[in-house]
């Protein structure tokens, strides 16, 4: 698997059969565990033609945008959290 954003990325299995329909996407049929059989796109292979540059990651950037306006506005209306020392603080 070497499409970084597919869940079974960097795993190695058994090729069964290998799918190209015209018009479509193909597929690829491999073994994993006690019998079972997987159909995975070849695109998430190395088995792919024309293999576009994906990103290396599962964030994109309007993923990390929002992430980074979440915190902006936590930080915008969020307490302050409590300090662990201070006369507030219990004595032991």
Do not use: N
């Amino acid at each position: 698997m070497t499409d970084p954003t597919h869940p079974l990325f960097g795993r190695r299995f058994p090729v069964l059969s290998i799918t190209h329909p015209p018009g479509r996407p193909g597929h690829v049929l491999v073994a994993y565990r006690s019998g079972t059989r997987l159909r995975i796109p070849v695109r998430a292979t190395d088995l792919a033609l024309d293999v576009p540059l994906r990103p290396r990651t599962k964030l994109t950037r309007a993923a990390l945008l929002d992430l980074l306006s979440l915190v902006q506005e936590c930080d915008d209306s969020c307490p302050d959290p409590p300090s662990a020392f201070g006369a507030g603080s219990p004595t032991t």
